[in-house]
């Protein structure tokens, strides 16, 4: 699998975190920012209802289901 590039994630993605903090949790992305930074920031709504942040160059998109 290849990392998403900040561009590929969208908000309604279903994606799966392969670094950071929440490295193996997956579900859908709600809200996508750019920080002041410049780094694209995004919100992911896990299966159990959590939500946890993290940065879209850490995700992987794939297809629901």
């Known amino acids: 699998m290849k990392t998403a590039t900040p561009s590929?994630?969208?908000n309604?993605?279903?994606c799966v975190v392969v670094?950071?903090?929440h490295k193996g949790k997956s579900g859908t992305v709600e809200d996508r920012n750019t920080s002041k930074t410049g780094h694209v920031t995004?919100?992911?709504r896990l299966a159990d209802g959590d939500r946890v942040?993290?940065?879209a160059r850490s995700v992987v998109?794939?297809?629901a289901g």
């Open 8 to 10: 590929d994630v969208k």
């Open 12 to 14: 309604g993605d279903h």
């Open 19 to 21: 670094g950071g903090t």
């Open 42 to 44: 995004i919100t992911v």
């Open 53 to 55: 942040k993290t940065l």
């Open 61 to 63: 998109v794939q297809p």
